[in-house]
């Protein structure tokens, strides 16, 4: 169907749907390149509706990476929600991109965001919708080159059957190197097979039809086979040195869940939680200069006129020039009236007081802290060694400062974790409800956000089993007891099915490709939204594909088992997860690893990429001694 057609169409559709501008694209910094002047042209998907995908920071680096090539374009597409969706499958019109409302199967290239498992069936509905093909082997070879990134790519295992090839790590760089590796064989009419095998040689970029599965009897996996040239091992990718961030964010015609600027202040985290994906698949740690920062800042809010600003990072108050950063920005824009967040501090006064300093005599709104869990045994367990006193002092210094709420989240389903350790949530709720009364009198208010652990690959975690559904209802019970109507105290948890799901599917091996299917089939997508989750789909798509969830969700692995993603190296060693893993069982804990290295592999992996690209950008406090503490000469010395 041509542009001009779909752009017919919707002008009888979107009168009939909820929120049309998340079709119509037209936003103010959109880039729009004559489809005929360029020779590579890429679509970029969140499988999710326009006011989730918008804000996607990874999506919008690779949306200006690529148009800033001349001889390239890329445009942005997301999923209808469901009364679109039903008219356009009633149309027959096809999924199209906001800038120039070509259909998807038109581009060459198909880049899908996969930040979490939840959005699987989105994806086979985003595909079916764009009229391709759901498994890679079904496509013509004039289809997309469906490409696949995020976190949940670290074990991409789930979906392999319906990508042409995944980027295990950063994208700044690679994406590009695809993108020319796309163009070559587009000039020619060697197979699609020939571009898997050229796409496995670029660094990072996991393409599983080169790749086969062996399975022992009782189903765990036996061995990956690499074929056809592949590696045996795909290794991460990662940048050496942040470019410089977005200042140009399309600013949406509607509200989004983020209507903000976005600045990442540092990539990386050394804290080493052993249930945070997150902080062992982006080690290392690199870091922005804090005059970039400032700038780039001022230039995003010239051109977006947006009022807020989120300074992100997994660990903010790890930031070296933490405090230089925000006396900088709270100087620089002290006059504008805006609202800065610094997400993820440590609890600490020194947060305390960054936020203080940040937010100056500004409205303040609640001040959110993270223990993870309510005993001392349990933050030992997971390496979040943070005293009780230390936490109550904390919230006792921002209930002083002004603040009336404090969010602590929490997560239930820990490795060792008892009743016990779960009805310290609700005493430790309630002994910050009272140091809060202690201070601000009535007015003080604590918001307990409880979620569920799931394990996850590439962590020291990865072995254990998830609690079952009556664990997890019995402490969601203990803890609606004990905190649900208690005054001054409002209680948040999730929904136990969504933790079976997603437990499910992070550690899946490659013959769940077939209970996705299934489930879609079915009827699933939007998992992630709880009015449109269905649990008994999932159920029955396992029980026709032959496959017990269990066997997903519940069961401890061994040491020494051959695990679904071991192909993918997140260049963190298997030997020192699992050597972490024994630590948790005896409550030993690790400092930061920029204060000491415990040797977990990144220095050496990535010695030559730090030789090349010499500089402070990814420098920190004694990571000189870390790295003479690892061997390495003062050359070779980057972060833990």
Not at 441 to 465: E, I, L
Not at 481 to 488: A, P, S, T
Request: some cysteine.
């Amino acid at each position: 169907m041509t542009p001009e057609t779909i752009e017919r169409e919707l002008e009888r559709l979107l009168l009939r749907v909820e929120k049309p501008a998340r079709y119509t694209g037209g936003e103010v910094n959109q880039i729009r390149k004559p489809w005929q002047s360029v020779k590579l042209r890429a679509a970029l998907a969140f499988p999710d509706i326009y006011d989730l995908g918008m804000p996607n920071v990874g999506l919008a680096v690779l949306y200006h990476q690529l148009n800033r090539r001349d001889d390239m374009l890329a445009e942005r597409v997301y999923l209808p929600w469901t009364d679109m969706e039903a008219l356009m499958r009633e149309r027959h019109l096809p999924l199209f991109s906001l800038e120039s409302k070509h259909a998807v199967a038109d581009f060459d290239l198909l880049g899908i965001s996969l930040p979490y498992e939840t959005l699987y069936t989105n994806t086979l509905n985003l595909l079916d919708l764009a009229g391709i093909a759901l498994r890679t082997t079904e496509r013509a070879r004039n289809a997309p080159i469906v490409i696949g990134g995020g976190h949940a790519t670290y074990n991409a295992e789930p979906m392999a059957e319906f990508f042409d090839a995944f980027v295990v790590g950063e994208g700044e760089d690679v994406i590009l190197e695809i993108a020319e590796a796309i163009l070559a064989w587009k000039a020619g009419d060697a197979p699609r097979r020939v571009l898997h095998q050229k796409l496995a040689t670029i660094e990072g970029v996991y393409v599983p039809s080169l790749y086969t599965v062996d399975y022992h009897d009782d189903g765990r996996v036996a061995a990956i086979n690499a074929t056809a040239g592949a590696p045996p091992v795909v290794r991460k990718r990662i940048v050496a040195q942040l470019p410089e961030p977005i200042t140009h964010f399309i600013v949406p015609y509607l509200e989004t869940v983020h209507n903000r600027v976005a600045i990442e202040i540092m990539r990386g985290c050394t804290r080493g939680c052993r249930f945070c994906q997150a902080g062992m698949i982006t080690r290392p740690v690199r870091e922005r200069r804090v005059e970039q920062i400032v700038e780039s800042i001022a230039q995003a809010l010239d051109a977006t006129g947006f009022t807020e600003v989120g300074l992100l990072s997994l660990s903010s108050s790890d930031y070296n020039e933490v405090l230089a950063l925000v006396k900088a920005v709270a100087a620089r824009f002290a006059d504008r009236q805006l609202n800065i967040s610094l997400p993820s501090l440590r609890i600490e006064s020194f947060s305390v007081e960054l936020m203080d300093a940040l937010i100056g005599n500004s409205r303040r709104s609640g001040f959110t802290l993270a223990p993870e869990a309510a005993s001392e045994r349990m933050r030992e367990i997971i390496n979040k060694p943070v005293s009780t006193d230390q936490l109550l002092s904390t919230a006792r210094e921002v209930y002083r400062r002004g603040w009336h709420t404090i969010k602590l989240y929490f997560m239930i389903g820990h490795p060792q974790e008892t009743i016990e350790d779960v009805q310290e949530i609700c005493d430790l709720a309630q002994a910050v409800l009272a140091v809060g009364r202690q201070e601000v009198g009535h007015r003080a208010q604590v918001n307990v956000g409880v979620s569920t652990f799931v394990p996850k690959p590439h962590t020291p975690f990865q072995w254990v089993p998830c609690d079952s559904i009556e664990q997890i209802k019995d402490k969601q019970a203990l803890l609606r007891r004990g905190l649900h109507k208690r005054r001054g105290v409002k209680l948040n948890w999730n929904d136990a099915q969504e933790t079976m799901l997603e437990s499910w599917l992070s550690r899946g091996d490659r013959r769940l490709g077939d209970v996705i299917e299934r489930a879609f089939r079915k009827g699933a997508r939007f998992d992630a939204w709880r009015e449109h989750f269905k649990i008994e789909l999932w159920r029955e798509a396992f029980a026709d594909v032959g496959l017990d969830p269990a066997f997903y969700t519940h069961r401890q692995r061994e040491l020494d088992e051959t695990l679904p993603w071991d192909h993918i190296d997140a260049a963190v060693t298997k030997k020192f997860l699992a050597e972490d893993y024994r630590w948790s069982l005896e409550r030993k804990t690790r400092v930061d690893c920029r204060d000491q290295c415990f040797a977990c592999g990144i220095l050496p992996k990535f010695k030559e990429l730090r030789r090349q690209n010499p500089g402070d950008h990814w420098e920190c406090p004694d990571v000189g001694k870390a790295a003479i503490k690892a061997g390495l000469q003062p050359a070779d010395r980057s972060p833990t």
